[in-house]
């Protein structure tokens, strides 16, 4: 069998990898140090992505000499240190999962997940888990999501009743679920493609916050053409290399009236003359959508 020289990135240790090859091999590699010369930090290869490799006959562990262009990531500002840090890559789907309750839903991260995909080239998905829990009633802050292009999905741990478009979805795309601890991702991957058996939290009865169970990102094939990049739940999720002056092209509602504002640079914050805050006072945008986005302009 001929040697591999490219494969996708399946899961990641310090100063490891470990690729999978099209023929469904696992390889354990370590990458080139040039990949990291404009970096003190080795946060240049993340999962999903496809790399470039060299290995000879006897070689135990590959080197990775360097990565395929993506088509689509997922990033954010690396906890504690000013760099980048890649969650996932070449992804077509994120799932942005909310809990309806334990913990309580922040619908503030929903925003920011939504910005970090239009940034990353990937197709959001609001999933709703725990809907049993308010007894299948709709939560009101969902209604600012439903005026917006975005398609919403449920999911109910207890009664083990999912949204039929969820495990088509999943097992036709590269996805990556993203969300707070205890809101049910893994959970839910389980449930959907039993035999998997990841690990699952619970929420602490005091601070009503899930314990991180996925303690780093994982590619899992749940299907012939599925994958799911399971992530730790985000606690902190600052955006990479986003000026704060084009957040409103990240809101496409917001985008859409941008140009009925007197002034062409109207950041629809202080200014007089706004179209967009006239139009949501009128109610025509959601009161709640344009709070999330100045929330993110503010920072």
């Known amino acids: 069998m001929p040697l591999p020289t490219t494969a996708i990135v399946i899961r990641r240790t310090k100063g490891f990898y470990y690729l999978r090859t099209l023929e469904g091999l ?20 993340a999962v999903g992505d496809q790399v470039n490799l060299q290995m000879t006959e006897g070689q135990e562990i590959g080197m990775i000499t360097d990565i395929v262009e993506r088509k689509s990531y997922l990033s954010r500002v690396r906890v504690g240190i000013m760099a980048e840090q890649v969650i996932a890559a070449n992804v077509d789907l994120m799932f942005i999962t909310i809990a309806a309750k334990e913990p309580e839903p922040r619908p503030g991260l929903i925003w920011r997940m939504l910005v970090a995909a239009n940034l990353g080239n990937v197709r959001p998905i609001l999933l709703l888990t725990k809907t049993d829990l308010i007894h299948y009633h ?20 207890k009664t083990g009743h999912d949204d039929n478009r969820l495990s088509d979805l999943i097992g036709d795309n590269t996805s990556v679920f993203v969300g707070h ?29 899930g314990s991180h169970t996925t303690t780093y990102a994982q590619m899992i094939q749940v299907a012939e053409s599925g ?8 606690r902190e999720f600052g955006f990479w290399n986003l000026d704060k002056e084009n957040i409103r092209d990240y809101f496409p509602v917001i985008r859409q009236y941008s140009g009925h ?14 179209f967009v805050k006239a139009e949501v006072e009128a109610g025509r945008i959601h009161k709640d959508l344009y709070q999330g986005y100045v929330k993110l302009f503010a920072e």
């Open 26 to 45: 696992e390889i354990e590699c370590k990458a080139k140090g040039a990949l990291f010369r404009n970096s003190r930090y080795d946060n240049q290869i």
């Open 138 to 157: 709709e939560p009101g802050w969902l209604a600012a999501f439903q005026d917006i292009d975005l398609e919403i999905l449920t999911s109910s741990k």
């Open 181 to 209: 601890s205890g809101v049910g991702k893994s959970s839910l991957i389980n449930r959907l493609f039993p035999g998997l058996d990841l690990k699952v939290g619970s929420v602490n009865e005091k601070t009503s916050k």
């Open 227 to 234: 994958f799911v990049i399971d992530t730790p739940g985000v």
């Open 261 to 274: 504002c007197k002034h062409s640079d109207c950041q629809h914050m202080p200014e007089p003359h706004c």
